[in-house]
């Protein structure tokens, strides 16, 4: 009878181990990368005339910088991307890296001295990487978007 409870005991202990260890190592990288995922989105929304009419501050070419790289930084924190992205429906990883790099050339596009390209020229390229982004991403990037 003691051996049935210590069993039970030790088995329940070894449960809420694994849970613990499963929700601060997966779930919780994953919901930080999904709230990033959320930002990126709130970014294009609120930002989305002056963005698209590539006509951006420091301050917003900055913004778009930071969320290319914490993209990238919160899919690094969650152990072994390919698996458990996969099963929590997460972006792959190519695509948040495709996603990332486009970002970070909409943050390029924003600085009105951007070499070679003028204004009309930049706000295309931006709605370009705006779709590439929602597709990779599957996010809202705009308003006029009907289908992701």
Do not use: W
């Not at 990368?33 to 006509?55: D, M, R, Y």
């Not at 930071?66 to 792959?92: N, R, T």
């Amino acid at each position: 009878m003691q051996d049935s409870l210590a069993l039970t005991v030790a088995a329940g202990v070894a449960v809420f181990i694994l849970s613990q260890f499963f929700m601060k190592f997966i779930l919780d990288p994953a919901v930080s990368l999904k709230e990033v995922l959320g930002e990126l989105s709130h970014f294009f929304l609120f930002n989305q005339a002056k963005i698209t009419n590539a006509s951006g501050t420091q301050e917003l070419q900055d913004g778009a910088k930071m969320l290319s790289a914490q993209l990238l930084a919160k899919k690094e924190a969650i152990p072994s991307y390919k698996v458990f992205g996969k099963l929590l429906g997460l972006p792959d990883e190519e695509s948040l890296v495709n996603a990332a790099m486009e970002l970070n050339y909409v943050a390029g596009l924003l600085n009105e001295n951007y070499p070679g390209k003028s204004t009309p020229e930049r706000a295309t390229e931006i709605s370009k990487c705006m779709e590439c982004i929602q597709q990779h991403l599957n996010v809202r990037v705009s308003y006029l978007s009907s289908s992701r």
